[in-house]
Each structure stands twice: as C-alpha cells, then as structure tokens.
C-alpha cells in the first residue's frame, strides 16, 4: 500500500505562487507514474500533470490550462512530487489531490490510478 499526503496549499492572490508537495509513504514509489488532479466545487476532478519514473520525450505531461504555468517535479530518494504553480489565477481554486500508479496507459485519466491522497486546499483571490 502507498499513502500519499499532499501539503502546501493556501490563500495566495492573482498572479501568485504555490508549491504543492505529495509525500508518498508506505513503499518507494519511485518507479509510478505521479499525478497531480484538482476538482473545484460543483465540478469533476480534473487532470492537471503528471510524470513518469523514467525519462521519456514525452513526460511530463499538463493540462493545457496548466502549460507554461506549473511544472511537476519528483525527488525520489525523497519519494516526493512537486506541483510548481505560478501566475494563479482564480479559476485554479480547487482542492488538489496527488495520485500515484504502478502503470499508466491514458495518463489524464483518474481510473488509471492505483493511490490518492485526500487533497489540499488551494485558493486564488482576485
């Protein structure tokens, strides 16, 4: 089993920053794929970034509204990953959750998904 805890959110203002951090527990996560999802309210969980264990041309991978402004990152000997989130704007309040999977296929996709943690709040005020 895997436990993940993710922490970092907050209140910022427009145009502010966030780190996200998901510290994974429980066995070395070190070769999942690593997600980042986030669900506003009244709304479906979205897919935000996600990285694989190894580097490949083409991860990591982002939502489209988050290209050019978060970026995923991993430290596996710290078996942890980043959410680098700059230029918020308010349309990004939603709480953030972490996922992790041994094996991903559709890598946006929420079922791929083996282990989530139980999210962290982030709010952008305009």
């Known amino acids: 089993q895997v436990q993940l805890v993710e922490s970092g959110g907050g209140l910022v203002q427009a145009g502010g920053s966030l780190r996200l951090s998901c510290a994974a527990s429980?066995?070395?996560?070190?070769?999942?794929?690593m997600g980042w999802f986030r669900q506003a309210p009244g709304k479906e969980r979205d897919f935000v970034a996600a990285?694989?264990?190894?580097?490949?041309?083409?991860?990591?991978y982002y939502a489209d509204s988050a290209k050019g402004r978060f970026t995923i990152s991993r430290d596996n000997a710290k078996n942890t990953v980043y959410l680098q989130m700059n230029s918020l704007k308010p349309e990004d309040t939603a709480v953030y959750y972490c996922?992790?999977?041994?094996?991903?296929?559709?890598?946006?996709?929420?079922?791929?998904?083996?282990?989530w943690g139980q999210g962290t709040q982030v709010t952008v005020s305009s």
């Open positions: 996922a992790a999977a041994t094996y991903v296929d559709r890598i946006a996709t929420m079922s791929e998904y083996d282990y």
């Open positions: 429980g066995r070395t996560t070190s070769t999942f794929t």
């Open positions: 990285i694989r264990w190894r580097i490949i041309s083409t991860s990591p």
